[in-house]
T-cell receptor, first 111, second 112 residues
Framework: EDQVTQSPEALRLQEGESSSLNCSYTVSGLRGLFWYRQDPGKGPEFLFTLYSAGEEKEKERLKATLTKKESFLHITAPKPEDSATYLC????????????FGDGTTLTVKP | DVKVTQSSRYLVKRTGEKVFLECVQDMDHENMFWYRQDPGLGLRLIYFSYDVKMKEKGDIPEGYSVSREKKERFSLILESASTNQTSMYLCASQSNRGYGYTFGSGTRLTVV
């Protein structure tokens, strides 16, 4: 059974204070690992797809990396508007299309 | 940009009512999904569909059914609503090339 564990559950940062969110996963044959951002009361918004260990993707202040067991979402010099819940999900080749989601990390950035 | 539109943002229904949640996507995606999201339980897959008239059970299908008569539309049906079905319902679509999901804005359903 595919599993995704995200840590920490909640993270509070000062504006400009860089940090990382962790996503540990077990999956039988990784098809893709996905990061999403979710604002309160809204649907998740797709951020990145990572396919293989060593891959990195960047978007503004966010950078996602992937190893064979975990992924990190690095946030550099965050701003208050980066406050959201960040979700990690995996898809296995044997479950083509179906994603298993983690419970998310809720990030709060104080000005 | 791909758009996934859910017909209602908020719904209040009575116990025992039959409830229809509609979802429409505009990018010709093959795959569509229904999840529910509850605090402390994360996103749980209810049903999904890889093609018109095809449906597959997810992890928590009990009390739900789905319909996909057209490629762009995927409907979730609560046969007889119960209070434990109060939740945020999220529809998503995906190209079968395997990219991430595009989610709708969600329907917050309250069953009283």
């Amino acid at each position: 059974e595919d599993q995704v564990t995200q840590s920490p559950e909640a993270l509070r940062l000062q504006e400009g204070e860089s940090s990382s969110l962790n996503c540990s996963y077990t999956v039988s044959g990784l098809r893709g690992l996905f990061w999403y951002r979710q604002d309160p009361g809204k649907g998740p918004e797709f951020l990145f797809t990572l396919y293989s260990a060593g891959e990195e993707k960047e978007k503004e202040r966010l950078k996602a990396t992937l190893t064979k067991k975990e992924s990190f979402l690095h946030i550099t010099a965050p701003k208050p508007e980066d406050s959201a819940t960040y979700l990690c999900a995996v898809q296995a080749w044997t479950n083509a299309g179906k994603s298993t989601f983690g419970d998310g990390t809720t990030l709060t950035v104080k000005p | 940009d791909v758009k996934v539109t859910q017909s209602s943002r908020y719904l209040v229904k009575r116990t025992g009512e039959k409830v229809f949640l509609e979802c429409v996507q505009d990018m010709d995606h093959e795959n569509m999904f229904w999840y529910r999201q509850d605090p402390g339980l994360g996103l749980r897959l209810i049903y999904f569909s890889y093609d018109v008239k095809m449906k597959e059970k997810g992890d928590i299908p009990e009390g739900y059914s789905v319909s996909r008569e057209k490629k762009e539309r995927f409907s979730l049906i609560l046969e007889s609503a119960s209070t434990n079905q109060t939740s945020m319902y999220l529809c998503a679509s995906q190209s079968n090339r395997g990219y991430g999901y595009t989610f709708g804005s969600g329907t917050r359903l309250t069953v009283v």
